[in-house]
């Protein structure tokens, strides 16, 4: 609405630069002269009052804020003042002095008319509202943005209140930053921004305020940040306990919803099927073995299973592993066969019950496959680790593994892959997978028909030919699965035979000084001993061997046996006589395999582009063993019960991490930190 007056009275204004205004109006008949001495020009508030219509036609002006102004009435010099005291409401008053020397003064809230009323001094114009070139200046020099009187944010109590002035602030803060966006040139060619603002971090009384510009948080990172969660075995509320403390973080819940929507979408392609186990046919072998502190199993989760098909995991991989990801080189290449190794492991979660797994791994992969997160779980049960439970898992693979090795896999894009199967394991889950007598049996051996008698002679040929001397020998659980295929586990080889723990075994057998403690010849041949098993067990663990290379073990692994047995030598009373180091009785099945068999599985491996140390258990032990504290530790992983079994969650589990590599999720989030003082840190 413009300020300046359209009434039939004649305005005629001269404003001296010394701040004195003269104004001659003519109303009616009549010319009137007043002058205006401007003490404070005011200006205009971003809320904008004015005042109320003239009686006569209706005009309406705007009310600057901190405006004084004097001017003279009859005898009387008057100072006019009027300042804002909130949004909706003006204080205006009037300054005089009578002839005594008195001042005088009135104040009006309501309008300025009112003010003057109230004084008794008549005069339409008396604050000067109406003079159109003060308005005209105050119009000038209100350019831009107008900032709103508002009181200091340390005086606003409430947490509403704060947050409407955090949320003006940010989108003035946004406004602001667009020039200087295109002022350092954080732009392209075509001068449009190439940078966007997604959150600004303040701290207010030691609280942190976020000012989010963008609340839609990319899946990408959402996914992430799942992952993360996951592999590093996080659960909900070890992740709750962090975004109390870091307010960066997505909310827990945000990491929950997505979570529960990547389980299901990939559990809609990869289906885990269910079953249960006949509880009355179950034989408890292992009430020696003392559990797990901690573990927590419901009886509802005994006898419960879950599985997920081989040829469907496959079907999903094969176009990863063909692809490459990130720019790596792809695993298989068109004419490979694709070599799968089946394994198992058991761990206690009760006196009575076991966790036991199946996995397979592509050993296409080669070294990989000693990471956990290179086996790819098939099935899960609670039970036992015994022939009854695994012959029921068995029959739940039987048709899909003896196809796949006889017809192979059409992927996706219609190629054909052979595949090879193979088996290894501990040698319990080994003998009861072959069903093969126990290893304190009399025929004990997986691979030939040697009894426990003659372990000790290395004379003797034994070829990996199978155990047929075996009486009363059920049906093996995985038929498809040729003899040869049955790889013995490197890991355990190192732990049978050495029998004691795995991170001291390696270094007492390397510089543990025996000799110093079993004085004479016999102390230095065991020392000896065990100095040349470390350096066969490092043979094993090559990548490459030669042919000569393996000739060469097999020699120095049954003469390593011949030295281990060896007898005392010469008379008893006879102080000459050479001290034998161990019994033949001492002889283990896995010394047996280790000098008799070990040599040919280097040489069949050889052949096919593999390696012993490619076999080991030990990715399969780890995968089990953070499945189990992590999802039997007294709670699930997701920090509550959902109403499924705790199998199934694990295989939840095993789902999403197909998901993040079929979506290839990022396991890092590329950003700099960048102090606005010093150098890029980061």
Same mark, same amino acid.
């Given at each position: 609405m413009s300020n300046q007056s359209n009434e039939n009275d004649e305005n005629d204004e001269n404003l001296n630069y010394g701040g004195l205004i003269s104004l001659r109006y003519k109303s009616g008949n009549y010319i009137f002269v007043s002058w205006y001495n401007m003490l404070s020009l005011g200006y205009y508030p971003a809320n904008i009052i004015m005042t109320q219509k003239n009686s006569k036609d209706g005009k309406r002006y705007w009310i600057p804020d901190n405006y004084i102004i004097e001017t003279e009435l009859g005898n009387k010099k008057l100072r006019c003042e009027t300042k804002y005291i909130s949004d909706q409401k003006v204080k205006y008053a009037i300054f005089w002095k009578e002839s005594d020397a008195a001042e005088? *003064?009135?104040?009006?809230? =309501? *309008?300025? +008319?009112? +003010?003057?009323i109230a004084s008794q001094i008549s005069g339409p114009r008396i604050f000067g509202f109406d003079i159109e070139k003060l308005h005209q200046c105050r119009l000038e020099i209100s350019v831009g943005p107008r900032i709103s009187r508002k009181r200091p944010i340390s005086t606003i109590k409430s947490k509403s209140g704060q947050n409407k002035r955090f949320a003006a602030f940010s989108k003035d803060a946004e406004q602001k930053l667009l020039p200087l966006i295109k002022k350092h040139q954080l732009t392209n060619t075509t001068e449009q921004p190439v940078i966007s603002i997604k959150n600004i971090e303040l701290d207010f009384n030691g609280e942190i305020i976020n000012l989010i510009y963008n609340k839609n948080i990319e899946p990408a990172k959402l996914d992430s940040v799942v992952r993360a969660c996951d592999e590093s075995l996080l659960s909900r509320d070890g992740y709750r306990r962090l975004t109390a403390i870091e307010s960066h973080l997505i909310c827990e819940y945000r990491i929950e919803e997505q979570r529960n929507n990547i389980t299901n979408n990939i559990n809609k392609k990869i289906r885990i099927g269910t079953f249960n186990l006949n509880e009355t046919n179950l034989i408890d072998d292992e009430l020696d073995i003392q559990p797990d502190e901690g573990i927590l199993v419901e009886k509802t989760d005994i006898g419960t299973g879950v599985y997920r098909s081989i040829s469907t995991i496959l079907e999903t991989l094969i176009s990863i592993w063909k692809n490459g990801k990130n720019g790596s080189s792809p695993i298989l290449k068109q004419g490979d066969t694709i070599k799968l190794k089946i394994g198992g492991d058991g761990r206690n979660v009760g006196r009575k019950q076991s966790h036991v797994m199946m996995t397979f791994c592509l050993l296409n992969e080669k070294e990989k496959v000693l990471k956990p997160n290179h086996q790819y779980c098939i099935c899960l049960y609670i039970g036992h680790e015994n022939y009854n439970d695994l012959m029921k898992i068995g029959k739940l693979f039987q048709h899909q593994l003896s196809d796949l090795q006889d017809n192979g896999i059409i992927d996706k894009d219609n190629v054909h892959w052979n595949i090879e199967l193979f088996f290894s394991g501990d040698w319990k889950f080994m003998y009861i997978i072959m069903s093969l007598n126990a290893p304190n049996s009399k025929f004990f051996c997986l691979y030939c028909n040697c009894s426990s008698e003659l372990r000790w002679n290395m004379d003797i040929n034994f070829e990996n030919t199978g155990n047929t001397a075996c009486k009363n020998r059920k049906p093996a659980i995985f038929p498809a699965i040729k003899q040869e295929n049955y790889i013995p586990d490197e890991l355990h080889l190192l732990l049978r035979i050495s029998d004691i723990l795995l991170e001291y075994? =390696?270094?007492?057998?390397? =510089? $543990?000084?025996?000799?110093? $403690?079993?004085? /004479?010849?016999? /102390? =230095?041949d065991i020392e000896y001993l065990w100095r040349e098993f470390y350096r066969l067990y490092k043979v094993l663990n090559q990548n490459y061997l030669t042919n000569q290379d393996i000739n060469q073990f097999e020699i120095d692994a049954q003469n390593w046996i011949r030295l281990f047995c060896r007898p005392a030598q010469g008379s008893t009373n006879n102080s000459n006589q050479i001290q034998g180091l161990y019994r033949k009785e001492d002889i283990t099945p896995y010394m047996h395999v280790f000098a008799k068999h070990i040599s040919q599985f280097l040489q069949q491996l050889k052949e096919k582009d593999l390696s012993l140390k490619f076999f080991s258990t030990s990715s399969i032990e780890k995968k089990n063993h953070n499945q189990v504290r992590l999802f039997f530790g007294g709670t699930t992983m997701g920090g509550g019960t959902d109403g499924k079994s705790v199998v199934y969650n694990i295989m939840s589990f095993e789902n999403r991490q197909l998901y993040y590599k079929i979506n290839n999720t990022p396991k890092k989030i590329i950003a700099r930190n960048i102090n606005s003082n010093k150098e890029n840190i980061i």
């Open positions: 005088w *003064s009135i104040y009006n809230e =309501k *309008s300025a +008319t009112g +003010t003057v075994k =390696k270094k007492m057998l390397e =510089k $543990f000084p025996v000799s110093q $403690f079993v004085y /004479g010849i016999r /102390g =230095k």
